[in-house]
C-alpha cells in the first residue's frame, strides 16, 4: 500500500525493521494512560518492553514492509522520519450472514504529543480504513474501536465520523449489589445457571430480541434478526452440549423466572491479560438478551451475580460487563444498579 501523505509531513506506513524499540514506548505511554483512567495495569519491567521490541522487528521482517500480514494490520505514522504513532486493525466477520459486514477492529491507536495536532491519529485511521476496504475486497467493513470513559479520545472519534453503538462496564467480582441484598434477604424467587442444552429454544428466541437491539443502536457488527429456524437451535443445543476445552471457555448463563422459565440469557468468558499488561485474569460477561416482556433488573442481576461467582471462582479480580444499551435504557440501568460503573464505549463507523 503507498504511503498516505498530508502537508504537514505526516506519512503512514508499514512498519520497519528496527522500528521496535521506538513502537513498544508507544505501547507503553498508552498502556500508562490506560492505567491513568482506571484500566488494567501495565508492567514497568523494561525487560517486557526488550522482548516486544524484538517481537515487533521479527514482524515488520516478515512483513516486508506492508501494513497487512493475514486478517492483521500494523500501521505507523512517521513525521520527519521518526515513529510518532500507531495503530493495529483486526479485521474478522462476526456472525454467519452473507450480509453483515466485515469488522476491522481499531486497537491500540496512540500519537505522541508532538504529533496529536497535525493529523497524525486521523491519517493513521483513514490509512486503516483503506487497508480495511483492500481485505474486504470492497464488501462493507465496518470500523470499531473500545475507548474507555475517561479517555478524551473520545472527542476525537466523534470528529472523524465514529459514533457509540454499545457500551461496557466494570464491577469488582467481590462487590456485587445484587448478590449481596439476595443474601440479606433471602430472596430466591430469580435464579441464574450455566445453560444446558434443553435451552436451546429459549435461548434462540431471546437471541433474536438481541439482534434487533443491536440494530436499534446502530451497530452494524452483527447478524440481523431471523426468523428462528431448526437448524439454529439444534447448533445452540449441540454448543451448549460440547465439553469445555478448557477452564475459561465462554459459556452461556441463563436466568430464570418463578416458574423456572428462561426469561434471559448472556455468554460469561475469563481471559488471560498478557504481557506488556501485568499478568492477570479478567471475566467478561456481554450478549445480554433479556426477554421485553419482564422486568430487566432481577434477570440481569441474577446473571451478574452468578457471573461474580464463575469470575472469583477462577481468581478474576474484575468482571466486566459488555455490549449493553446506551446509558438512560433499561439494560444500562440495570447492570449499573449491580454495582458496576461505566467502563467504556464501543464507537464505529463505515469504513
Known amino acids: 500500500m503507498a504511503a498516505l501523505s498530508r502537508p504537514d509531513r505526516v506519512t503512514v506506513r508499514g512498519p520497519l525493521p528496527g522500528e521496535g524499540v521506538g513502537i513498544a514506548a508507544l505501547w507503553r505511554e498508552l498502556w500508562d494512560a490506560h492505567e491513568a483512567w482506571g484500566g488494567y495495569p501495565g508492567t514497568r519491567d523494561a525487560r517486557v518492553y526488550a522482548e516486544v521490541a524484538r517481537r515487533l522487528d521479527d514482524d515488520a521482517r516478515v512483513r516486508g514492509g506492508h501494513p497487512i500480514l493475514g486478517r492483521h494490520v500494523h500501521l505507523v505514522a512517521d513525521l520527519g522520519g521518526v515513529a510518532?504513532?500507531?495503530?493495529?486493525?483486526?479485521?474478522?466477520?462476526?456472525?454467519?450472514?452473507?450480509?453483515?459486514?466485515?469488522?476491522?477492529?481499531?486497537?491500540?491507536?496512540?500519537?505522541?504529543?508532538?504529533?496529536?495536532?497535525?493529523?497524525?491519529?486521523?491519517?493513521?485511521?483513514?490509512?486503516?480504513?483503506?487497508?480495511?476496504?483492500?481485505?474486504?475486497?470492497?464488501?462493507?467493513?465496518?470500523?470499531a474501536a473500545e475507548v474507555l470513559e475517561p479517555n478524551p479520545a473520545q472527542a476525537f472519534y466523534e470528529r472523524v465520523g465514529y459514533s457509540p453503538v454499545a457500551y461496557g462496564a466494570r464491577l469488582e467480582s467481590a462487590a456485587c449489589r445484587f448478590a449481596s441484598a439476595a443474601r440479606a434477604s433471602g430472596a430466591h424467587a430469580l435464579s441464574a445457571r450455566v445453560a444446558v442444552p434443553h435451552d436451546a429454544l429459549a435461548i434462540a428466541r431471546l437471541e433474536t430480541t438481541l439482534a434487533a437491539r443491536r440494530r436499534l443502536a446502530g451497530?452494524?457488527?452483527?447478524?440481523?434478526?431471523?426468523?428462528?429456524?431448526?437448524?439454529?437451535?439444534?447448533?445452540?443445543?449441540?454448543?451448549?452440549?460440547?465439553?469445555?476445552?478448557?477452564?475459561?471457555?465462554?459459556?452461556?448463563?441463563?436466568?430464570?423466572?418463578?416458574?423456572?422459565?428462561?426469561?434471559?440469557?448472556?455468554?460469561?468468558?475469563?481471559?488471560?491479560?498478557?504481557?506488556?499488561?501485568?499478568?492477570?485474569?479478567?471475566?467478561?460477561?456481554?450478549?445480554?438478551?433479556?426477554?421485553?416482556?419482564?422486568?430487566?433488573?432481577?434477570?440481569?442481576?441474577?446473571?451478574?451475580?452468578?457471573?461474580?461467582?464463575?469470575?472469583?471462582?477462577?481468581?478474576?479480580?474484575?468482571?466486566?460487563?459488555?455490549?449493553?444499551?446506551?446509558?438512560?435504557?433499561?439494560?444500562?440501568?440495570?447492570?449499573?444498579?449491580?454495582?458496576?460503573?461505566?467502563?467504556?464505549?464501543?464507537?464505529?463507523?463505515?469504513?
Open 84 to 143: 510518532c504513532g500507531q495503530v493495529e486493525g483486526w479485521f474478522e466477520r462476526h456472525g454467519i450472514d452473507p450480509l453483515t459486514p466485515f469488522t476491522c477492529e481499531v486497537r491500540s491507536l496512540v500519537v505522541t504529543q508532538r504529533a496529536r495536532h497535525v493529523g497524525a491519529g486521523r491519517a493513521l485511521l483513514e490509512a486503516l480504513a483503506v487497508s480495511a476496504r483492500s481485505l474486504s475486497a470492497g464488501a462493507p467493513c465496518v470500523l
Open 219 to 351: 451497530d452494524l457488527r452483527f447478524d440481523r434478526p431471523h426468523a428462528l429456524e431448526a437448524t439454529v437451535v439444534g447448533a445452540i443445543a449441540a454448543h451448549l452440549g460440547a465439553p469445555a476445552a478448557a477452564e475459561g471457555d465462554p459459556a452461556t448463563l441463563v436466568a430464570l423466572d418463578e416458574a423456572g422459565e428462561v426469561r434471559a440469557a448472556a455468554s460469561f468468558a475469563v481471559q488471560a491479560l498478557q504481557p506488556p499488561f501485568v499478568p492477570m485474569r479478567r471475566a467478561l460477561l456481554g450478549r445480554f438478551a433479556v426477554d421485553p416482556a419482564r422486568p430487566c433488573a432481577p434477570l440481569v442481576g441474577g446473571l451478574v451475580a452468578l457471573a461474580c461467582r464463575l469470575a472469583l471462582s477462577r481468581a478474576a479480580p474484575m468482571l466486566e460487563l459488555t455490549d449493553l444499551s446506551a446509558p438512560g435504557s433499561e439494560l444500562h440501568a440495570a447492570a449499573i444498579a449491580t454495582g458496576a460503573v461505566p467502563w467504556s464505549r464501543v464507537v464505529t463507523r463505515l469504513a
